[in-house]
């Protein structure tokens, strides 16, 4: 634990060391800022950490954030950065019984296979060819859209005069999306594969007349200006690694157990009063920048805290001795697993979970999506675990929100789970738990969290991934030029609750980074 200098003034205290600040703080000190992190766990990451969950086991998970497609090549670029990804051969994988048969529909292994696939699936190639016109609009989208990201934030018009493109901007940003998705494919199992990007972590119906699905398929495809989700080798953990350690370089304090509890600001110089296992102490400061969602910045400034956000995920982290054979022949496990693995995520399915989390009953049939991190890295296996073929699975359960674990958060989690894995196994032609590796406690090597369980873990509003719900990327009233600003000239948000926030993307970071050296203050 690093402590800060007690009389020293910096020019930016960052409070929280996950991702977002850890690149706020790099391009600050690089910029030759005095930069001190306040992080109150004993490590920085936050929700972008690896870590070895099962007791006496060498396997190190992505625990909480998996993939990465919203971090920009600028800043890896910009920061020097020793963090690479790779791209998946697979896109997706979705079972299905069709006619008393087990089938599927496998996105990937270039375009004649993934043709053959649809065919085979829908009995045309009408639908293959709608997937190719829909996710070539969204291409476009993306090429003019990603851009503008670490830009100062653009008007509405200017972003739709950006996009250029009126069928798209109508398409995504003005009708709900399940609109376009009935209009343009007819497969009810094609158009849930669609819609699961609008799902992601929001709790919302494909006809949702606040578009927040649209926000958040919006930046499920605009990622790197292809859409494209990558893993990152050696795990989420490298990256943020990666950037605690060029902040370290470029002379950044980083401070460990060091938990902000309030900041007292007049608009040109603050305070951040912050307290260890030894006691209290305060942080003079030019800029405060808070890595944290807007609910906690409020606590910290005396401030009215927004309106209460809902995470609506179930994650489970799974270590298996050997990936389970699929009642589908026609495809390998290896294939099958190797990208986003969708289970019960029919469109139908989709609608009829939302109906019931939103009468307060847990999904009947808990739609869910798999990635399996170690097929395409298998670094983050220790090396007899590798030999042996043991691998990853992390599951990341849809239309669970928050309010449905309130009355018993262990009950209810453990009901989940095991509808969850139930949906899962009614498509391998073995159980899971008969491929589940055990620790060295001899318990299966499985853990899952609630919204509940990230709230308490992480600090995350309702278990929000997003702190609250995603913004346009888009100027709007109050937003200010980069999308980070608050009612106090120096004090910035730099979390996932910024405009442009959400996800592994180091956005924020950079934005709230760009406004105090634009500020020519510090």
């Not at 909480?64 to 920061?79: A, G, H, Q, T």
């Not at 060295?440 to 997003?466: K, M, Q, T, V, W």
Request: negative net charge; glycine residues 12%.
């Amino acid at each position: 634990m690093t402590a800060p200098e007690a009389t020293r003034t910096y020019d930016a205290v960052i409070v929280g060391g996950g991702h977002n600040g850890l690149v706020a703080a790099a391009y600050l000190a690089r910029a030759g800022r005095s930069v001190l992190v306040l992080e109150r766990l004993d490590h920085t990451g936050g929700a972008a950490v690896s870590t070895r969950p099962f007791t006496g086991v060498d396997a190190r998970l992505s625990r909480y954030s998996y993939l990465v497609s919203l971090l920009p090549r600028k800043i890896v670029r910009d920061l020097g950065l020793d963090f690479r990804l790779r791209t998946r051969t697979i896109s997706s994988y979705t079972p299905v019984e069709r006619d008393g048969r087990p089938t599927g529909l496998l996105v990937g292994g270039g375009e004649q296979r993934t043709r053959e696939a649809f065919a085979r699936l829908t009995g045309s190639e009408s639908e293959y060819r709608a997937w190719q016109r829909f996710y070539d609009m969204t291409g476009r989208v993306a090429r003019g859209v990603f851009p503008t990201l670490t830009e100062p934030l653009p008007t509405r018009d200017e972003l739709r005069r950006t996009v250029g493109d009126e069928e798209a901007w109508r398409t995504l940003f003005e009708e709900p999306l399940g609109v376009a998705v009935e209009e343009r494919f007819a497969d009810d199992l094609v158009r849930g594969v669609v819609l699961t990007d609008a799902l992601i972590g929001t709790f919302a119906d494909a006809h949702d007349p606040s578009l927040k699905q649209n926000r958040c398929f919006l930046y499920h495809v605009i990622g790197g200006g292809t859409g494209a989700w990558d893993v990152p080798v050696g795990g989420m953990g490298a990256l943020t690694e990666a950037l605690a350690d060029a902040a370290r370089a470029a002379g950044a304090v980083i401070a460990t157990g060091h938990r902000a509890v309030r900041v007292d600001t007049d608009g040109r110089t603050a305070e951040v009063t912050h307290r260890t296992a030894d006691g209290e102490g305060v942080a003079a400061a030019r800029h405060v920048l808070v890595n944290a969602s807007p609910q906690e910045l409020a606590r910290l400034t005396g401030d009215t805290p927004p309106s209460p956000a809902e995470g609506a995920q179930l994650k489970v982290n799974m270590l298996l001795e050997r990936l389970p054979r699929l009642r589908d022949t026609s495809v390998d496990p290896r294939e099958a697993f190797a990208g986003t693995f969708h289970i019960a995520e029919g469109y139908g399915q989709l609608a009829a979970a939302h109906a019931q989390a939103t009468a307060g009953e847990p999904p009947a049939v808990p739609p869910s999506e798999i990635y399996c991190h170690s097929l395409t890295d298998p670094t983050i296996l220790g090396p007899d675990l590798a030999a042996r073929g043991y691998q990853t699975l992390t599951l990341f359960g849809l239309h669970t929100p928050a309010r449905l674990f309130e009355r018993d958060n262990d009950a209810v989690r453990e009901e989940l789970l095991k509808s969850t894995l139930a949906q899962l196994d009614a498509h391998l032609a073995e159980p899971l738990a008969d491929c589940l590796a055990t620790d060295a406690d001899g318990r299966p090597c499985l853990e899952a969290r609630s919204p509940l369980d990230l709230e308490r873990d992480l600090g995350l509003p309702g278990g929000n991934i997003f702190h609250r719900e995603l913004s346009w990327p888009h100027a709007q009233d109050g937003t200010g030029r980069w999308g980070v600003e608050t009612r106090h000239a120096n004090v910035l948000l730099c979390g996932a609750g910024a405009v442009r926030g959400g996800g592994v993307s180091g956005v924020p970071g950079h934005n709230a980074a760009m406004a105090v050296l634009e500020s020519g203050e510090g």
